[in-house]
């Protein structure tokens, strides 16, 4: 289940993202910049899990020993 959870916790941000890329590009892309590389921008910053921020969360609210926190160091080692 890590896996999948992963997977689509990268997959569906970077969609978004480059969903969301389509209707910024004509107005904040620099001049001469193509759309592949304003798209793949916006879907990679959208996907990148922020490890120690989240495990830092993790430790702080006791979620260490629970399930639900191992599923999520273990999907954000995975990412």
């Given at each position: 289940s890590a896996v999948?959870?992963?997977?689509t916790s990268?997959?569906?941000p970077y969609a978004l993202g480059v969903l969301?890329?389509?209707y910024l590009f004509d107005e904040y892309s620099p001049e001469g910049i193509s759309f592949l590389s304003f798209g793949l921008f916006m879907g990679i910053?959208?996907?990148?899990?922020?490890?120690?921020v989240l495990a830092r969360i993790i430790q702080e609210k006791g979620l260490t020993k629970s399930s639900l926190g191992i599923i999520a160091i273990t999907c954000a080692a995975v990412d």
């Open positions: 999948f959870i992963s997977h990268i997959l569906v969301l890329a389509l910053a959208m996907s990148i899990t922020a490890f120690p």
